[in-house]
């Protein structure tokens, strides 16, 4: 194995806290791992690694190796990628972060045809809810929905989306259809336990009309409380990038259509400075390609509408 390599394997144990998991990551075997860090170690003369029953952990040496270990890493990457950019050709390891609900959805068919694409491209993804820090993680881009707050971030705008509330049609036949959002106080709800404020909130004209909505099921999963919706338990209010299939399929009908939801955006987010590499230039331009506009979502939840309308 390289030099290289050695650095790679022994940045992976740092990151994942174990042997095992390490070789689990890179796809070789916990005895490779391990020889590895014993060469390391021995040619260093220091120990990096502390090692207990529930893992391993890095000395003080240990951490400022690994720093300088992702720095060469980092510098090895680039070099790699300028000069396969004379032949055009995508390689090198890219990671990302996106939104859990949106990213398995509409991301990963995305990355599927990229990786398809580029051969020599390797992706490493993160599917998650909670704001990563995206300097502190080492991401090279993050998706994001909603306000961002880190304004040393370089972000762009792709698409907006809106939310809606939703419910079966035996939930609505056994319960009624609210007519205005100030009925839904009286129907159960199906609540999102990641939402700060824990409001919905619909606009009628230039009002703003924010409810607050009761109900005894929460999750912080939105595919869960689809899934309830789906059964007939309560109402949700869920972005509509998680609803076309559902509306389109009859599973749950889009009520109080005359009172639509404020729009917040979806961004692609990168590091501050200037230069851009080429795998982050290719992904960024295939998100915009892909649902800049009207998304998709929006464009069969429309049509949808259209064949309900009985005009």
């Not at 070099?79 to 004379?86: F, L, V, Y």
């Not at 939703?166 to 259809?177: C, D, K, M, T, V």
């Not at 939801?261 to 400075?273: H, L, N, T």
Request: net charge negative; hydrophobic share 40%.
């Amino acid at each position: 194995m390289s030099d290289l390599d050695d650095l790679k394997i022994f940045v992976e144990v740092v990151e994942t806290g174990g042997f095992s998991r390490a070789a689990k990551q890179l796809g070789i075997s916990k005895s490779v791992v391990s020889r590895c860090i014993a060469r390391v170690e021995a040619d260093l003369g220091a120990p990096l690694l502390i090692r207990t029953t529930r893992g391993v952990s890095a000395t003080d040496a240990g951490l400022e190796f690994k720093l300088r270990c992702e720095r060469i890493l980092d510098d090895y990457e680039e070099a790699r990628e300028a000069a396969s950019q004379q032949g055009s050709a995508i390689i090198g390891r890219l990671r990302l972060s996106a939104p859990l609900s949106f990213g398995v959805r509409h991301i990963s068919p995305l990355l599927a045809e990229l990786a398809e694409r580029h051969p020599r491209l390797e992706l490493d993804v993160t599917y998650s809810d909670q704001i990563e820090d995206l300097i502190a993680e080492r991401y090279d881009l993050v998706i994001r929905i909603g306000a961002l707050k880190d304004s040393s971030l370089i972000a762009r705008k792709v698409a907006s989306v809106g939310r809606a509330a939703i419910a079966s049609p035996a939930y609505l036949n056994r319960h009624g259809r609210p007519k205005t959002p100030d009925e839904l106080t009286v129907h159960e709800s199906l609540l999102y336990a990641g939402s700060m404020v824990g409001e919905w909130q619909f606009r009628s004209g230039q009002q703003l009309i924010s409810i607050r909505p009761r109900g005894r099921l929460r999750s912080d999963s939105g595919e869960a409380l689809l899934l309830w919706a789906e059964a007939g338990l309560g109402i949700a209010y869920l972005p509509t990038f998680m609803l076309s299939d559902a509306i389109e399929r009859g599973a749950v009908e889009h009520i109080l259509q005359d009172f639509p939801s404020p729009e917040f955006g979806i961004y692609v987010v990168r590091p501050p400075g200037q230069q851009v590499s080429g795998k982050v230039r290719m992904l960024i331009d295939a998100v915009v390609e892909r649902f800049a506009g009207v998304p998709f979502w929006d464009r069969c939840m429309m049509h949808a509408l259209r064949e309900d309308d009985p005009q």
